[in-house]
């Protein structure tokens, strides 16, 4: 058997080669199923925090995948009601400091100001903790009012059904590192029009409805959003945000998830794993025949 403990030695306080902003890899000792010990290159997810700037003023801190921050504070932005309108944004930039490249900062077109309330209502905090208590779901519900119902605003079956192998085609950075999440945007016609990674699902969603958003695509209001991981109440506030009437997830959704759905007239599909799936509200968009 071979020595791994010089090894071991090698490994401790080494930092990460790294191929691409995403994928960090260095050597690791891999024990095989036959009991061998294998001593090689691993690629991992890279999780660096983010620290999103409205000017001076710190708003939000996530801990992400570095790539595509741009999109992601522009999605954080409308999710959470703050901008809507393309012309608000005028530009991103980075600070000329230490770290710059974990902080985006957001510089608002002239003469718009924040709404101090929304910022007030949240303040610094980690985007991924989600949205709590019964007076600030409320204040999303008066932001973003529930989807509109239209009649041709419906996906066949048999598109429902490919969609998971579409988004796992464009998950190059799950395929090497197993531990990244994915969010897709399609049109009802199961072509993919943004797909995004990181390793934090509520921001792989924050970044293809910040694209959409950059690109003056919202609302997203014939479109599908598929999740790789649970679809939980934070998921389905940012796609009612983008204006998506239908989400659809390869695990389970919330009880919260659920209930907000059906009141925002979202269509949400869960356990989305071919040939099986669940509708949790408002199936009058799925074509079952």
């Known amino acids: 058997m071979k020595d791994f403990h010089q090894a071991d030695d090698i490994m401790a306080g080494k930092p990460f080669h790294m191929k691409d902003p995403g994928i960090g890899s260095e050597k690791i000792i891999r024990r095989k199923r036959d009991g061998e010990l294998d001593y090689r ?28 921050d ?26 000329q400091s230490e ?32 949205i709590c208590g019964k007076n600030s779901i409320a204040a999303i519900r008066q932001n973003f009012p529930p989807i509109a119902s239209v009649q041709k605003v419906r996906i066949d079956i048999g598109i429902l059904l490919s969609l998971p192998a579409l988004l796992q085609k ?5 395929a090497r590192t197993g531990g990244i999440h994915a969010a897709g945007i399609f049109d009802l016609n199961g072509e993919p029009k943004i797909v995004r990674e990181d390793i ?13 958003f950059l690109d003056e695509l919202l609302p997203l209001d014939r479109h599908i959003l598929l999740v ?34 059906r009141e925002s007239n979202q269509t949400l599909i869960g356990f ?13 968009r799925v074509i079952l025949k």
């Open 170 to 174: 464009q998950q190059g950075d799950f």
């Open 99 to 130: 770290h710059s490249e974990n902080i985006v900062i957001v510089e608002l077109g002239a003469g718009i100001k924040l709404k101090l309330s929304s910022v007030q209502r949240f303040g610094t905090i980690s985007t991924s903790c989600g």
């Open 41 to 68: 290159p691993d690629d991992l997810t890279v999780e660096e925090p983010l620290e999103i700037r409205i000017g001076r003023k710190a708003l939000a801190t996530t801990m992400r995948t570095p790539g595509h």
């Open 228 to 261: 790789s991981g649970r679809a939980s109440f934070e998921i389905m506030q940012k796609a009612l945000s983008g204006g998506i009437p239908i989400v659809a997830s390869v695990s389970a959704p919330s009880t919260l998830a659920m209930n907000f759905a």
């Open 70 to 95: 741009e999109e992601l504070a522009a999605g954080f932005l409308v999710s959470e009601g703050i901008v809507r309108m393309r012309d608000k944004i005028d530009k991103f930039s980075r600070p």
């Open 272 to 284: 989305l794993r071919p040939p099986s799936f669940n509708i949790y509200s408002h199936i009058e």
């Open 200 to 212: 934090g699902r509520h921001n792989a969603v924050d970044k293809v409805i910040g694209r959409a």
